[in-house]
């Protein structure tokens, strides 16, 4: 990996964690710091240590979204050549799940990127907003689509129209945070959760986090023949016949990936 500029990580226990690290700025996302996200979501997928990947933000909030000052020059040509959301698609190709802890500020591309996550785990005092209207523009990094697909059309259109703040209770009521908790136990509980996944056999999460998403996008009969295509699948793994023996013999299993 290169060395980092707007970001840290690391590894411990199974979990790789990302921290985005402009904290001054409130974590306003540039461009290198996007890249440099996705790169390291990319690098923990392809390592065996790590089982889940935490997405979490130094300093007070999570972010304030796209940075504004990189912005405000931009032209369609140079976006168009720049192709500046290729990163954004390859986060979607992430196979293992990441869990976003999210706090204070939750805002335009920091929302978006909160929403790329597969589970969100929100302090009390989060704030989720689509301010991009306010500045002549639109969520360009999937927020139309991703918010939409959630909560459905009616919130959706109101809230990316009004730029309204969303408190933790409505985004859990609407059902797209999967807990809200104390902001000073915001790591202490995500880290809970990430654990409750990561030991759980790899393969199995994989095919299973594959195929929840598949049903955002395919038909029910699509869908039905994916899952089972993974289900059939997993009966190749090690783990499968692990963890079947295990609950024969009566023992806890010892999973190993494979
Ligand atoms: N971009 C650049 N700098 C920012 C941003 C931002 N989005 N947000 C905050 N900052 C900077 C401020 O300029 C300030 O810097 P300085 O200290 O040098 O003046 C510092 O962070 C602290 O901010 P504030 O003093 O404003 O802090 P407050 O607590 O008073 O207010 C707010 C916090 C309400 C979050 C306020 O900063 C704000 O409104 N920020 C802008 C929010 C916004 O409009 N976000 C949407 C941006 S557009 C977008 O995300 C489009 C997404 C498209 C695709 C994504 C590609 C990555």
């Known amino acids: 990996m290169n060395a980092l500029q707007f970001i840290e990580t690391s590894i411990e226990d ?9 904290p001054k700025q409130l974590n306003a996302l540039n461009r290198q710091m996007v890249s440099e996200i996705v790169s390291s979501m990319e690098a923990f997928d392809r390592d065996s240590q790590v089982k889940v990947i935490l997405l979490t933000g130094n300093g007070k909030a999570f972010s ?7 912005m405000v020059n931009d032209n369609p040509i140079s976006m168009e050549l720049t192709n500046q959301f290729a990163d954004w698609d390859r986060m979607g190709l992430v196979k293992k799940p ?77 059902g797209f945070i999967n807990k809200i908790v104390a902001p000073e136990l915001l790591m202490e509980e995500t880290v809970d959760f990430a654990r409750k996944i990561a030991k759980q056999p790899p393969l199995a999460v994989r095919m299973i986090k594959e195929s929840v998403n598949k049903a955002v996008d395919y038909s029910l009969y699509e869908g039905m023949q994916y899952e089972r295509k993974n289900f059939y699948i997993l009966f190749a793994s090690e783990d499968q016949k692990e963890g079947m023996k295990a609950f024969v013999e009566k023992r806890k299993p010892n999973f190993t990936g494979e």
């Open 14 to 22: 199974g979990i790789g964690y990302i921290f985005l690290n402009r």
């Open 64 to 70: 304030a979204g796209a940075d504004i000052d990189e």
């Open 98 to 174: 990441v869990i976003g802890a999210v706090k204070s500020f939750v805002f335009g591309g920091g929302f978006e990127l909160a929403l790329s996550c597969d589970f969100l785990i929100a302090a009390s005092d989060t704030q989720f907003s689509f301010p991009e209207v306010t500045l002549g523009v639109m969520p360009g990094a999937g927020g139309t689509q991703r918010l939409t697909k959630l909560v459905g059309k009616t919130k959706a259109l109101e809230w990316i129209l009004t730029a309204e703040r969303i408190n933790a209770k409505t985004a859990l009521q609407y």
